[in-house]
């Protein structure tokens, strides 16, 4: 849903357009936590998160907003192959350390189907989030 398309850029030296691959960073995965949390129970879809998820961390907020898969091909571009074994780890690290038995249980957790504040998923908390400040 979120997967940004890949888009050309211009070298202004040699009067051309040039394509130019751009890696995602975790800055990204707010927008699509939000999203996943807010459809989650509401479509008959899985759903995968892409986009932002650099670390195990990343891996488990997905999960616990309700993504089925996430998708993970800019760190594995930046880091190599082993990150995957890092994050695979780690989100088994933390599940155990939470007491998760399963991703299935983890699942949508935190989605606004069971979040116990399912209003800091919404616009209605954007002034809240003005007051606390940063």
């Not at 927008?31 to 899985?46: C, K």
């Not at 995968?48 to 997905?62: N, S």
């Not at 994050?87 to 069971?114: D, F, I, N």
């Amino acid at each position: 849903m979120f997967n940004r398309f890949y888009q050309p850029d211009v070298d202004l030296d040699r009067l051309e357009v040039v394509p130019r691959l751009r890696l995602s960073d975790p800055g990204e995965l707010g927008l699509r936590i939000r999203w996943t949390a807010l459809l989650w129970e509401r479509v008959s879809l899985e759903l995968a998160v892409t986009g932002g998820v650099h670390t195990a961390d990343d891996a488990a907020k997905a999960i616990l907003c309700g993504a089925t898969a996430v998708q993970a091909a800019s760190a594995l571009l930046r880091h190599g192959p082993a990150r995957l074994t890092e994050m695979v780890e780690g989100l088994r690290t933390w599940m155990e350390a939470r007491g998760y038995a399963s991703l299935a249980e983890a699942r949508g957790a935190l989605s606004a189907a069971k979040a116990p504040d399912p209003a800091a998923l919404v616009r209605a908390n954007y002034a809240r989030l003005l007051r606390s400040g940063p």
